[in-house]
């Protein structure tokens, strides 16, 4: 996806979210902790968020990560590097579904990169298991060091670290609502 065509898709979605739900951006901005000033310039498509602010945003509405960047209602094909986070490839493998609250993303890794989450909503937990390399995941206030075949599960209303170890690391992301 160019990155043209990212900012008009988050846009278009944040702006549709914020609308059904009646916020205003600074009740949005209170709820995410990014600024009515962001904000504003994501929904007008002069920025393109990171993948931390996107994350922000998106447990500041109680909605899914995965939704932001998927081109339809269907997508587990997509699979983007992020303009601003090019170390960073997201890949829905099931979308968000309303039913079971789920999301399943692959998430690779690239080039050591390290990537900071800020919390989910309480009561959001994630499962980490990693395909492809080695992760460190830094959660309760302690590194762990996951190898290929490791897994994790915690609670993510909290700040998390991914970590990767090798020039390449894939894992995939479940994350429970």
Same mark, same amino acid.
């Given at each position: ?10 846009? /278009? ?10 916020? %205003?951006?600074?009740? &949005? ?9 962001? /904000? ?18 998106? @447990? ?5 990560? @995965? ?11 997509? %699979? ?26 692959? =998430?690779? &890794? ?17 499962? =980490? ?16 060091? /996951? ?31």
């Amino acid at each position: 996806m160019a990155e043209q065509e990212f900012k008009q898709h988050i846009a /278009l979605h944040l702006k549709t979210l914020r609308k059904d739900r009646g916020l %205003s951006l600074d009740a &949005l901005a209170k709820m995410s902790g990014v600024s009515k000033a962001m /904000l504003g310039q994501i929904e007008r498509q002069e920025s393109s968020p990171t993948i931390s602010t996107l994350w922000k945003i998106a @447990s500041g509405l109680d909605a899914s990560f @995965s939704a932001f960047f998927a081109s339809g209602p269907d997508d587990r094909e997509h %699979s983007d590097n992020f303009p601003r986070d090019p170390d960073m490839k997201v890949k829905a493998i099931f979308p968000y579904s309303a039913d079971t609250r789920i999301e399943v993303m692959e =998430v690779c &890794l690239l080039n050591f990169h390290e990537q900071q989450s800020d919390p989910h909503a309480p009561g959001v937990i994630e499962h =980490v298991y990693v395909t492809e390399g080695a992760l460190s995941l830094h959660v309760d206030g302690a590194w762990h060091d /996951l190898k290929c075949g490791g897994s994790l599960r915690f609670h993510a209303d909290q700040p998390h670290v991914y970590k990767s170890t090798a020039q390449t690391t894939r894992f995939q992301n479940i994350i429970c609502y």
